[in-house]
């Protein structure tokens, strides 16, 4: 397919970028390698690997820091799993060409939800509902680019658990993590601060990546000789991005996140159109 050099360099600039910005690595391995001949539903079998090593290599890092909502992981990853097992047996059987619109369809729905976000390193005054109060979703972090401790609190959990059987399946189906949707999800509904939600997906696309992997595995699109390569510069990357995330700041990131998701808009519509 595609030369071992070639894959191990596109997987640490993805690893890199996928953990600075809560994607998952994948959003740029899918269209490079489809790009390179790669068919798509193999790239989107191996991207799922690459979700796991990016997940592994960076969450690691901001669990150590405290930024991560290791709760709001563990309500939200229930939604999430079942949604990418049911989106990855979609795949197995969807045409091909219709794969591509698919990704740009659901990316262009990220873009535009974290294109509406304003400019706050943190939301202003949120007000828990009784769900988010009884789960006790808030927390706290130290923000080195401000200098100081943030707190916060997250509302509207039930809505958020039903985006995130959407992102879920979205994963599942494209192979992509879904993280671009999981932070519109967070910040949009939770009220998630950027850092905190860009951490958060990172430690929830793993788990969800590995669900939809299984399935790939079985059907026989997981093609390891490519998978491999890719696992190794993710990991690499995903561990230097997350060392680097705390000194930036977070309307540097939704800059970085919003370029990063219109190339890869623009490139799965030109394959949908000319496959």
């Given amino acids: 397919m595609v030369d071992v050099l070639t894959v191990l360099l596109i997987s640490i600039l993805a690893g890199l970028l996928g953990s600075l910005v809560g994607l998952g690595g994948s959003l740029i391995t899918t269209p490079a ?21 990016t997940s592994s290599g960076s969450a690691s890092s901001y669990v150590k820091e405290k930024i991560v909502n290791v709760k709001a992981a563990m309500y939200l990853e229930m939604f999430t799993i079942v949604g990418a097992i049911a989106g990855a047996s979609i795949t197995s059987v969807v045409p091909a060409k219709f794969l591509y619109f ?34 006790e979703l808030e927390g706290s972090y130290h923000d080195k680019s401000l200098g100081k401790d943030v707190n916060y609190k997250l509302t509207r959990p039930a ?11 979205a994963a599942g189906m494209l192979g992509i993590g879904a993280g671009a949707f999981k932070v519109s999800v967070h910040e949009l509904i939770l009220k998630m601060p950027p850092k905190v939600s860009t951490t958060t997906s990172s430690f929830i696309i793993g788990m969800t990546a590995l669900a939809g992997a299984s399935v790939y595995f079985f059907s026989g699109l997981l093609y390891l000789d490519l998978a491999a390569p890719m696992m190794v510069g993710t990991t690499l ?4 991005g997350g060392r680097a995330l705390n000194r930036i700041r977070s309307s540097t990131l939704r800059r970085l996140f919003l370029v990063v998701i219109l190339l890869v808009l623009v490139e799965m519509l030109y394959k949908g159109i000319t496959a």
């Fill in 33 to 53: 390698l489809v790009a390179l001949g790669v068919p798509v539903k193999f790239a989107i079998a191996a991207g799922m690997v690459t979700i796991i090593a």
């Fill in 102 to 135: 698919f990704f740009a369809a659901f990316l262009l729905t990220s873009f535009l939800g974290i294109g509406r976000l304003g400019r706050d390193e943190v939301p202003q005054a949120v007000v828990q509902d009784g769900l988010a109060r009884w789960l």
């Fill in 159 to 169: 809505l958020g658990g039903a985006g995130m059987f959407v992102a879920g399946i």
């Fill in 237 to 240: 990357g995903a561990f230097l």
